[in-house]
């Protein structure tokens, strides 16, 4: 009976143990995003052509951030802004690609934005969104919407159409299709105003 | 507790209290299985998810542009959970608030226990030093200092430390001590 003790007590004490290492490691729980595709797969896709890469950042002086709030109504607060670009053997810019975030009360929306040289969009990917976002903005998706904005320059026309196959949750599926588009126009912006009217590409 | 013991408690409140103590076990293997696929498991993953982001062309103070050249491989080719400064006030209000919660609870069950006294407010403190030292180091490491991502891993190890051994020592007590009534 005490060898049974023993036994069990012993037992109990490596399943503690273990159990104690691994939901240590686990309480450092984050809230449940989706990452749809990596950032260099997104660069990739989109700065098809180029043979060199290159990181440009950028910081907005008052008066730029300030266009871009009258422009959009946005608040571009950020330190710097970041443009990852793919250039060709001549060293001409084959497009450049933005990561544009929006913290939604659902969680962070992250869409990568492919511009060409002449500010317009190239390509658009939603690149992280939440557990609880994805199935409203999944419709969307599905019909690859982000491309119902290639050739527009941050001028055009970004509202989401097709939402109708939402099974109900058109309302949110909009919602969300219209912060994807958002994002894309402002990324075509932010190019806009912080290197092409900089005439510095 | 004035007489009134885990062992000699009615079987109605040892059912809830068990119950309790394992819903609140199987909720922290969910959360291990939602941190492992969402962010990993390492010092580096979690320093990675919530260190703030810094420039890659070591722009100086005062310039308005820079560009450098770079290798396609130094753009991320995981899908990495980037955990930015809203993302946190979310994940802090609600945690700070559910895990006190949890550890309230956890320590209200475990007041009742008949250990030694010191013995007892050691343990029941473990669950909230380790939520504070979690969610504390989450933010240290954002705004201070990279490595303080030790004291996440350490918080989420202390509140399990804490939830272990309240959870043993109770079942024990309720369960099998000697002189427990059913």
Redesign the interface.
């Known amino acids: 009976m005490k060898k049974y003790k023993q036994f069990m007590l012993l037992t109990?004490f490596m399943l503690?143990f273990s159990?104690?290492?691994?939901?240590?490691?686990?309480?450092?729980?984050?809230?449940?995003?989706v990452?749809?595709?990596?950032?260099?797969?997104a660069?990739?896709s989109m700065t098809q052509g180029a043979k060199?890469?290159?990181?440009?950042?950028?910081?907005l002086?008052p008066e730029e951030r300030e266009a871009l709030r009258k422009e959009l109504g946005w608040q571009a607060d950020e330190e710097?802004y970041?443009f990852?670009?793919g250039r060709d053997d001549q060293g001409k810019i084959v497009a450049a690609v933005a990561f544009m975030?929006e913290?939604t009360i659902h969680?962070?929306v992250r869409v990568a934005v492919g511009l060409g040289p002449d500010g317009k969009v190239k390509g658009a990917k939603v690149v992280?969104l939440t557990e609880e976002t994805y199935p409203w903005l999944k419709p969307l998706l599905d019909q690859d919407f982000t491309q119902n904005y290639i050739g527009l320059d941050s001028h055009g026309n970004f509202t989401v159409v097709g939402a109708g196959q939402a099974g109900g949750q058109e309302n949110m599926t909009l919602f969300y299709g219209q912060i994807v588009a958002n994002l894309i126009q402002r990324a075509a912006a932010l190019f806009d105003i912080?290197v092409l009217k900089?005439g510095?590409i | 507790m004035k007489g009134v013991y885990l062992s000699n408690l009615p079987l109605s409140a040892k059912v809830f209290c068990s119950l309790f103590l394992l819903g609140i076990g199987l909720g922290s293997l969910a959360a291990f299985t939602q941190a492992a696929t969402a962010v990993g498991l390492s010092y580096e993953d979690v320093k990675g998810s919530l260190a703030p982001e810094m420039p890659m062309t070591h722009m100086g103070h005062g310039q308005m542009s820079m560009e450098k050249e770079i290798d396609i491989g130094q753009i991320s080719n995981t899908a990495k959970v980037w955990i930015r400064t809203p993302l946190l006030i979310q994940t802090s209000h609600t945690h700070l608030f559910g895990q006190t919660l949890i550890a309230g609870l956890l320590g209200l069950i475990f007041l009742f226990s008949s250990i030694k006294e010191w013995k007892k407010a050691l343990i029941l403190a473990l669950p909230f030093i380790g939520t504070i030292l979690d969610i504390g180091g989450m933010w240290l490491t954002r705004f201070v200092w990279q490595p303080f991502a030790v004291l996440v891993l350490m918080g989420g190890s202390i509140f399990a430390l804490g939830y272990v051994m309240i959870a043993v020592i109770s079942l024990y007590e309720l369960w099998l001590k000697k002189g427990a009534s059913v």
């Open positions: 109990g503690c159990f104690t290492v691994q939901t240590g490691i686990t309480l450092a729980h984050i809230t449940p995003p990452v749809l595709i990596s950032d260099r797969d660069v990739l060199k890469f290159f990181v440009r950042e950028v910081r002086k710097f970041r990852y670009l975030t913290f969680g962070p992280e912080a900089r510095d």
